[in-house]
């Protein structure tokens, strides 16, 4: 069975701050992994995601993320926060037959 | 332009009452999905579909129906035998690589449905 763990339901960071939102995920086959982001009352936007073509993954927004096998993370990061980045953020890992398994989500706020 | 839509955005239910939600895509994807997300919970899948005219239950199917006839369309049911309807409903889609597991879904902007 796939699960997704993600630490941490809130994250508040400073403007111009290092974001940091942490994903640690289960699975028995080679994953691919998601990091979506949703802004309020919307639907979910895809930011990056691994397909195993290469562990750091670079999205949209300044985003990133690196697939680290032995820790079995996924953490997203943004070396520097800005206010239009608040919003929550879901984690999520693919099955083979392309069912999504969502992390809890982590809200960020960021503080002028 | 390309897109999935969903309406209403708002929809009121009274008991008792069977409420259907609307999901249209022009992508020409093939799978459909709806989730329901409630505060703290993450996405919970309720049904999917990955061909027209065949659909299979997700993790919370009790409660809710569908349908897929057309490749475009793929409508969610709440039906009164679901207690707890309060929630934001998103309808997604994905482009046909079968079996890889590789698809992006693609999200619709989503209804929030509320009990009278």
């Known amino acids: 069975a796939q699960s997704v763990t993600q630490l941490g339901s809130h994250v508040s960071v400073s403007e111009g701050a290092l974001v940091l939102l942490r994903c640690n995920y289960s699975?028995?086959?080679?994953?691919?992994l998601f990091w979506y982001v949703q802004y309020p009352n919307q639907g979910l936007q895809l930011l990056l995601k691994?397909?195993?073509?290469?562990?750091l993954v670079k999205g949209i927004n300044g985003f990133e993320a690196e697939f680290k096998k032995s820790e079995t993370s996924f953490h997203l990061t943004k070396p520097s926060a800005h206010m239009s980045d608040a919003a929550e953020y879901f984690c999520a890992v693919s099955s083979n037959t392309g069912k999504l398994i969502f992390g809890q989500g982590t809200t960020l706020q960021v503080k002028p | 332009d390309g897109g999935i839509t969903q309406s209403p955005k708002y929809l009121f239910r009274k008991e008792g009452q069977n409420v259907t939600l609307s999901c249209e895509q022009n992508l020409n994807h093939d799978a459909m999905y709806w989730y329901r997300q409630d505060p703290g919970q993450g996405l919970r899948l309720i049904y999917y579909?990955?061909?027209?005219?065949?659909?299979q239950k997700g993790d919370i199917a009790e409660g809710y129906s569908v349908s897929r006839e057309k490749k475009e369309s793929f409508p969610l049911t709440v039906t009164s035998a679901q207690k707890n309807p309060t929630a934001f409903y998103l309808c997604?889609?994905?482009?046909?690589?079968?079996?890889?597991?590789?698809?992006?879904?693609?999200f619709g902007p989503g209804t929030r449905l509320l009990v009278l």
């Open positions: 699975s028995s086959v080679p994953p691919y």
């Open positions: 579909s990955q061909i027209v005219n065949d659909f």
């Open positions: 997604a889609s994905s482009p046909p690589v079968a079996g890889s597991g590789q698809e992006t879904q693609y």
């Open positions: 691994y397909t195993s073509a290469a562990t």
